[in-house]
């Protein structure tokens, strides 16, 4: 896969993803096993503190895509999820 290198715009958005992972690890070596997750799950977003689907496309388990894509599920079938707490037994 080429990620879009022949793209003059993606390959700049890559290599200035490359810097900010350059000066992430220059700046504290141990950052990939001290990082803290995400609170979407978005490994982008845990690593480089930004999210961009765009980079993602090798994920097949991203939990971002994986709830628009239920979101998107629900709309084209019309379906409703009502959530009623106090009615649990």
């Given amino acids: 896969m080429s990620w879009g290198v022949e793209d ?4 700049r958005d890559i290599l200035e993803l490359m810097d900010i992972s350059a000066r992430i690890v220059k700046e504290n070596p141990n950052y990939v096993n001290e990082v803290q997750k995400s ?21 097949s388990d ?19 999820i009502v959530k009623d707490n106090d009615n649990i037994t």
């Fill in 62 to 80: 991203c939990p971002v895509r994986e709830e628009n894509e239920w979101q998107e599920y629900l709309r084209v079938n019309n379906i409703v």
């Fill in 39 to 59: 609170a979407n799950g978005c490994w982008m977003e845990q690593m480089y503190g930004m999210q961009r689907c765009d980079f993602c496309d090798l994920a």
């Fill in 8 to 11: 003059d715009k993606r390959r």
